[in-house]
């Protein structure tokens, strides 16, 4: 089926190799089918050159101009994000804690007309992304700050290891660092049935049988089951930092972070 008109997007995806302006088509079909092929292996689909190079190159020039405006975190956490269990041993996964050291640029902070805003505005993708997830509907995120963020990862800065609390997390890199800031991840290394405590703190001692390490280069988007795959972003070094964006969907409209949670990622509430 072809299309009337160019979407807004058109020149931020990559659509001849990544047609999502027509999934019901043959070759949209037979994406889709691949994508969640990858999923299921994986724990991980990903598209490398999914935002064309000049989108990725205008995403790098917006997140380097709005970095001093950038909200700086630096504290620790245990991989479930919650609070530090006092009964168990301090190198026990409830207890042993993680560093997470990044700064965030928050949505409202990204021009309307960027390439990522473009592209999260678009219902194409939500539309993608939900028949990669075998979800009937996803919606955008409600929440001003959250819905489209971008990471930065400076000199000596990472993301321990932990479980993402959402069942699935969307990713578009847009530069390496020069060296570190590799995403490390252990999929499926917990479930619904079990926390398999003495897996986790395997990793967490160091042992890194179990391992995948991605590259990814910029423009790869990334759909990724983090609730039951540990991963990371190894510390970062040198001068170039690493810089993504995360968008997020939720399966209810009006999904928002709370005001305490606003403040702890974006250092104010909304
Ligand atoms: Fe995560």
Redesign the pocket.
């Known amino acids: 089926m072809s299309q009337a008109t160019a979407p807004s997007y058109a020149d931020v995806v990559d659509l001849t190799r990544y047609p999502i302006n027509d999934l019901d088509g043959d070759r949209g079909r037979a994406f889709i089918a691949a994508c969640r092929e990858e999923l299921l292996r994986t724990g991980v689909c990903q598209l490398s050159g999914f935002m064309v190079q000049d989108a990725v190159d205008r995403m790098v020039e917006q997140a380097i101009a709005l970095a001093p405006s950038a909200f700086r975190t630096d504290n620790t956490h245990t991989v479930y994000f919650e609070s530090t269990d006092e009964s168990v041993s301090p190198d026990h996964p409830r207890s042993a804690q993680q560093r997470s050291a990044k700064q965030t640029i928050a949505c409202d902070q990204i021009p309307m007309d960027s390439p990522i805003r473009r592209l999260y505005e678009s219902d194409d993708l939500v539309r993608f992304i939900a028949a990669v997830l075998r979800k009937d509907k996803l919606y955008r995120s409600a929440d001003p700050l959250d819905a489209v963020m971008i990471a930065m990862f400076e000199d000596g800065d990472e993301l321990g290891w932990?479980f993402?609390r959402s069942e699935f997390?969307v990713t578009v890199m847009y530069q390496d660092a020069d060296e570190g800031g590799h995403f490390d991840y252990y999929p499926a290394l917990r479930s619904a049935e079990s926390e398999n405590y003495g897996g986790v703190a395997r990793v967490l001692e160091g042992n890194s049988d179990g391992i995948i390490r991605l590259t990814s280069s910029p423009g790869t988007l990334a759909i990724f089951h983090?609730r039951h795959a540990l991963?990371r972003v190894s510390p970062t070094a040198g001068a170039k930092p690493r810089i993504n964006s995360v968008i997020t969907y939720g399966e209810d409209a009006d999904m928002r972070l709370n005001e305490l949670t606003q403040d702890l990622f974006y250092g104010r509430a909304e």
Do not use: E, F, M, N
């Open positions: 932990h993402d997390a983090g991963h």
